[in-house]
Nanobody
Framework: QVQLVESGGGLVQAGGSLRLSCAAS????????MGWFRQAPGKDREFVAV????????YYADSVKGRFTIARDNAKNTVYLQMNSVKLEDTAVYYC?????????????????WGQGTQVNVSS
């Protein structure tokens, strides 16, 4: 069993930066690919980024490529999402998730474990 807890959300101005963190419990963190998803009001949950267990492989949604960076520290059981040059459309609840089957999974159904989410609001 893996428990995930996100933090770091809040209010940020358009063009600014924010770093989200996701702390995981358990001793097998490095065996899980970790993803970030987001969900805006009235919309489906959307893939943002994923990182392999080793941290060597990363994949991003086109909407955030070049602006967001996913990283992980397996010694700290933590995955991060650095959000730069944020836009109004980045406003959403952001979730981290883990799966042990596919390192580059973009479908929420592939993920076994989810955090409770952290709210990000981008203002103009």
């Amino acid at each position: 069993q893996v428990q995930l807890v996100e933090s770091g959300g809040g209010l940020v101005q358009a063009g600014g930066s924010l770093r989200l963190s996701c702390a995981a419990s358990g001793r097998t963190f490095s065996t899980y690919a970790m993803g970030w998803f987001r969900q805006a009001p009235g919309k489906d949950r959307e893939f943002v980024a994923v990182i392999s267990g080793s941290g060597l492989l990363r994949y991003y949604a086109d909407s955030v490529k070049g602006r967001f960076t996913i990283a992980r520290d397996n010694a700290k059981n933590t995955v991060y999402l650095q959000m730069n040059s944020v836009k109004l459309e980045d406003t959403a609840v952001y979730y981290c998730a883990g799966n042990s089957r596919q390192w580059n999974a973009r479908s929420p159904e592939t993920y076994d474990y989810w955090g409770q989410g952290t709210q990000v609001n981008v203002s103009s």
